[in-house]
């Protein structure tokens, strides 16, 4: 069983920054695409961020292009979110996702096996 748990949100100003984290609980994390998604109220969940397995792939959303970068560290089994120059649009729950072994880059919730459990995110104006 894959457990995936979020961590780093929080209430922060238009401008300001956080760093998400997702811890992941398995041994093969390393052959995982991870993603960030995330969800506000009365909306889908979309998607904002996914990595390869490598690190050496990451895919944005062209809303968060620019201001958030998504990384990995495989001998931590960990996926970082930095978000920066946050806007009040951004707010919402953020939700980290794994895919085994994916191919192609995955974009869509449908194309992820594990998620988290979520973390909000409040940006005021």
């Known amino acids: 069983q894959v457990q995936l748990v979020e961590s780093g949100g929080g209430l922060v100003q238009a401008g300001g920054s956080l760093r998400l984290s997702c811890a992941a609980s398995?041994?093969?994390?390393?052959?995982?695409?991870m993603g960030w998604f995330r969800q506000a109220p009365g909306k889908e969940r979309e998607f904002v961020a996914t990595i390869s397995w490598s690190g050496a792939i990451p895919y944005y959303a062209d809303s968060v292009k620019g201001r958030f970068t998504i990384s990995r560290d495989n001998a931590k089994n960990t996926v970082y979110l930095q978000m920066n120059s946050l806007k009040p649009e951004d707010t919402a729950v953020y939700y980290c996702a794994g895919r085994y072994a994916p191919r192609g880059v995955p974009t869509t919730p449908a194309e992820y096996d594990y998620w988290g459990q979520g973390t909000q995110v409040t940006v005021s104006s």
């Open positions: 398995v041994r093969t994390f390393s052959r995982f695409a």
